[in-house]
């Protein structure tokens, strides 16, 4: 009799602890769980951020699913972000209350792929480029070679730039030798286009600036400054790093000219 006494008494505690597990136990569970998975959290108004401990990176996703699913039960909430080793899960429930994982987000390819549009941002707002060209005639009594250079940068990117020109032209008519070295600014707007998959970009554009003009023969010798307006026309074909340029350029003082050369972007690839 007292043998019965004791197993109902024993059976009786055990129903107890069993019940008052029940009440809190999905919160005791959870906090158990809670430490053994997450290291620090943080609810906001319809969410939680976790940051998750090696246990819960190395369980499947249905384990993971619910052990989530009881934690926004508990908190009310409807989204959670589970930061770890530089990767974010976002679980999210849906309008029947059914939990799923709604993303998983490399954090460090965000961050190279930022830090990468950042430092091109900084290059392509105002991009520079440098140029150089050359042209030259010559027969049995006349000479003429010219080259020139622009330093400068887009004021639109591709469309419409600004560069300090510089120049050197050498022409000889027999015993008439003239120098001209002319330094200014010029500016072109550019009409991109593509014709059979190549950039063609047709431009106009102009220049002012100073001409250093030399001119001398066997009996005399003159040297002046001068102001130059110039006119300018061409086409610009993108290749590699930069693009090839054919111009026609016509001045007040350096008259007409075609010229050959290369621009080089260094912010291009």
């Given at each position: 009799?007292k ?26 569970g ?14 906001g108004?319809a969410?939680?951020i976790?940051?998750a401990?090696?246990?819960y990176?190395?369980?499947?996703k ?15 909430r ?17 309008a ?34 440098v ?19 622009r330093?400068?940068f ?8 600004l ?18 070295i ?10 991109p286009t ?8 047709p ?5 002012i ?5 030399s ?11 001068q ?6 026309a061409?086409?610009s074909w993108a ?31």
């Amino acid at each position: 009799m007292k043998m019965k006494r004791f197993y109902i008494v024993i059976f009786m505690l055990t129903v107890s602890a069993y019940c008052a597990a029940q009440n809190n136990g999905i919160g005791n569970g959870l906090a158990i769980s809670f430490d053994r998975y997450f290291e620090t959290d943080s609810t906001g108004a319809a969410s939680i951020i976790l940051n998750a401990k090696p246990d819960y990176v190395n369980m499947s996703k249905q384990s993971k699913l619910f052990v989530i699913d009881n934690l926004l039960s508990v908190r009310n909430r409807k989204l959670a972000y589970v930061y770890y080793n530089h990767k974010r899960e976002i679980w999210g429930k849906d309008a029947s209350n059914n939990l799923d994982l709604l993303d998983t987000i490399d954090l460090n390819s965000i961050s190279e792929l930022k830090t990468a549009l950042r430092e091109s941002q900084k290059l392509v707002k105002h991009p520079w480029f440098v140029y150089f060209g050359g042209q030259g005639m010559f027969n049995s009594d006349y000479l003429n070679l010219a080259c020139n250079a622009r330093v400068g940068f887009f004021l639109l990117l591709e469309k419409w730039d600004l560069a300090l020109s510089q120049g050197w032209n050498i022409s000889s008519a027999g015993e008439n030798v003239t120098i001209n070295i002319p330094i200014g600014l010029s500016s072109k707007y550019y009409f991109p286009t593509t014709i059979k998959g190549q950039r063609i970009s047709p431009y106009l554009g102009g220049g002012i600036g100073y001409t250093y003009v030399s001119a001398y023969d066997s009996m005399s010798e003159t040297e002046e400054l001068q102001t130059d307006l110039s006119a300018l026309a061409g086409v610009s074909w993108a290749l590699g790093p930069g693009s090839l340029d054919v111009g026609l350029q016509y001045g007040k003082v350096s008259k007409f000219g075609i010229s050959i050369g290369y621009t080089f972007f260094p912010w291009r690839k």
